[in-house]
């Protein structure tokens, strides 16, 4: 039996995406899923949570967002800031989809990583590496800066 | 002729430039009613009653520190606005009651408010004197397991509230608006006399 021929066909699809994202050359082809970086927002001393803000642009085929992982917080989930009649209630989303040709913004307010049990204070100035787990397509590491919010 | 301009427009012109430096067009400010007064713990251990605050306008805000996106941003907002607000020549002062008075000590509140700069005097107390505010207020709060680390979120009310020198609640502002929103307000406010 060649090999994979017992693996169904999306899952296969999906590991040659895998495989194919592997290879590339390292700067070439535009990469179909853009993630521009915003920012981690800085924290007070003794603080053990923060917030990681950035934006997803879908160029590629359907996706979704199912989890982020980074070393400087024990765990790293997405929730959204759902504002209803003046009350802000914090929902946890397990998979943020990614339709083909969708701009997401995780913004203040709205969309957020949050990143709990820090493991150590984040001051500005410093960088905060986060990888981002998706349905579709290979994990992705973007590296946010630490910043003061600046208020707008 | 032409070098004379139509009384009309330079007196529309003189008008725009003063509009500019004076009362802002926006918002326009409501009268809510009596703002009820409450005594809780400043975030130096001393009993603070928001009485003694007459006289300026306060900038209200209910929030916690271990909240991760929206009560950040909101201080952040709240101190540039009084930042802006000071600049114009008002005086406002900022206030900010904890609605997780367990983990919110004065001690954390100093901490925090400390890193934000804020303008302003922190506020906690015992569960059930923030209770008793709240409901005084029209604040809602509801502490709510979450699965990660602090393993809870309080979902809030997260409207600043202005209340005039008079004692008056005066205009509910929503998250996302921005320090100029709120530093025009007070600006009205001083316009009013």
Known sequence: MPPFDHVPLADRLALARHVLALSAPRGEAPTPLEITPRFVRATPPGARRTAAYLTLRNAGADDALIGARSAAA???????SAHEGGVMRMEPVERLALPSGATVELEPGGLHLMLEELRVPLAPGATVAVELLFLNGPPRTVE????REVPK | MSGRVPLGLALALTALVAGCRGVPSEPALQDYGAFRDFELTAQTG????TASLRGRPILLFFGYTACPDVCPTTLSRLGEA???ARADGNDPIAVFVTVDPQADTPTRLTEVLGFFEFPGVGLTGTP??????RESTGIFAAKTPSEGGAGYVV?????????????????LFQTGDPPRLMADAVARLAAEG
């Open chain 2, 82 to 84: 009084v930042r802006l």
């Open chain 2, 155 to 171: 979902d809030h009310t997260v409207s600043v509230l202005l209340v005039d020198e008079a004692g008056r609640l005066r205009y």
């Open chain 2, 128 to 133: 059930e004197e923030i209770d008793a505010v």
């Open chain 2, 46 to 49: 001393e009993r603070f009653d």
């Open chain 1, 144 to 147: 946010l800066p630490v910043l």
């Open chain 1, 74 to 80: 024990a765990s790293v989930s997405l929730h959204r």
